[in-house]
């Protein structure tokens, strides 16, 4: 590996090219002693310089990098949710009865923010119980058999690893997904594996939950066409429907 980058190259440049000015000032005006005042008074700024750069110019390159990357995240969740997400929430909300707070849910569409931030508070604090027979979990191994190549690809996605809240979400759908793809039958389970699926599915549901409503809140603030498309898309409103009413 070569001692001089681009870094280093650049750096012997800026001060060849310094000293070259100083050289020529003094030999057109011989003034030694303004070009060390000069200097002198340029080296009390330099500090000053340096906080501005270090303190104020990264910080806000720094805030630009981050949103950016939000940017993204948010794109590729709202992939997640349109291919695999929603449809989930979907095939696991009959399992949950008629909890209350699903109820709820059927209303979003008129909640104001601080009404959804409770809301969400509330679902995250909350333990859902589902009731899953050996048809459902039959029906839930083969949908997420069939999506298991796109959550592999969302897993590999570096700039999701650091949103850790779906980061949480994805690992426990790929857990229940490869627990359901490890028993060859789902038929004539033991009480205990059943209750061990369960476990693995409300753990899924409760963080699914969550980070639906976070989606929800962004599509609202950001995109409205996407929040109304998403609103009559909800697994949780059985009116609900994808048409536009008149």
Same mark, same amino acid.
């Given at each position: 590996m070569s001692r001089w980058n681009w870094q280093s190259r650049l750096a012997a440049l800026l001060i060849l090219l310094s000293i070259t000015f100083y050289a020529l000032h003094y030999a057109i005006f011989r003034d030694g002693p303004f070009i060390l005042r000069y200097f002198i008074a340029q080296m009390g700024f330099l500090p000053v310089n340096v906080l501005l750069v270090v303190?104020?110019?990264?910080?806000? *390159? @720094?805030r630009r990098e981050r949103a950016a990357r939000l940017r993204k995240m948010n794109m590729a969740i709202g992939v997640f949710f349109g291919e695999l997400g929603t449809a989930l929430l979907g095939l696991l909300s009959p399992a949950a009865g008629d909890a209350p707070l699903? +109820?709820?849910?059927?209303?979003? @569409? %008129?909640?104001?923010?601080? +009404?959804l931030e409770s809301l969400r508070a509330r679902v995250r604090d909350s333990e859902f119980h589902l009731r899953l027979a050996e048809a459902d979990l039959e029906r839930l191994r083969g949908f997420l058999l069939a999506? %298991?190549?796109?959550? *592999?690809?969302?897993? +590999?996605?570096?700039?999701? *690893?650091?949103?850790?809240?779906?980061?949480?979400?994805?690992?426990?759908?790929?857990h229940l997904t490869e627990?359901?793809?490890? %028993?060859?039958?789902? @038929?004539?389970l033991r009480r205990g594996d059943v209750e061990h699926l369960c476990g693995d599915t409300e753990r899924v549901f409760g963080r699914l939950l969550v980070q639906w409503l976070d989606y929800l809140r962004h599509l609202r603030e950001n995109y409205p066409y996407l929040f109304s498309l998403e609103i009559r898309l909800s697994p949780f409103d059985p009116a609900a429907r994808v048409q536009v009413a008149d």
């Open positions: 303190l104020v110019l990264n910080q806000l *390159l @720094a699903l +109820q709820e849910l059927a209303a979003i @569409a %008129r909640w104001s923010p601080p +009404q999506h %298991r190549d796109f959550l *592999l690809s969302l897993l +590999q996605n570096p700039n999701l *690893l650091e949103h850790e809240t779906f980061t949480d979400v994805l690992w426990a759908v790929f627990e359901l793809r490890h %028993r060859p039958s789902l @038929a004539g």
